[in-house]
């Protein structure tokens, strides 16, 4: 139901944009949003974005990362300029039809798209 694409192999401080889209099976989403999971690492939040285009980002990709939405695609995007070998991770875009902005507790998941950085 979300399908996630655009991550790949680069070198450090290379860019990527990751795009994910909903099926139209989703209906009425409010926040969208990016985890990731870093080999024997937890899974982190990102950054995430509601339908109104408010905004929250982790404290370690703040300024950097770049999340934006289409709500008519139902689609979130995330640009990742100057990449780090330390993004190197599993990419997971999530979505949430409830309305406890800025709580993000996602109801559907994507399959994940792997970024890798090589230094």
């Known amino acids: 139901q979300l399908q996630a694409s655009g991550g790949g192999l680069v070198q450090a401080g290379g860019s990527l944009r990751l795009s994910c889209a909903a099926s139209?099976?989703?209906?009425?989403?409010?926040?969208m949003g990016w985890y990731r999971q870093a080999p024997g690492k937890q899974r982190e939040l990102v950054a995430a974005i509601t339908r109104g285009g408010s905004t929250n980002y982790a404290d370690s990709v703040k300024g950097r990362f770049t999340i934006s939405r289409d709500n008519a695609k139902n689609s979130v995007y995330l640009q990742i300029p100057a990449l780090k070998p330390e993004d190197t991770a599993v990419y997971y875009c999530?979505?949430?039809?409830?309305?406890?902005?800025?709580?993000?507790?996602?109801?559907?998941w994507g399959q994940g798209t792997q970024v890798t950085v090589s230094s």
């Open positions: 999530a979505a949430d039809t409830s309305v406890n902005w800025p709580t993000f507790a996602p109801e559907y």
């Open positions: 139209g099976s989703i209906f009425l989403i409010n926040v």
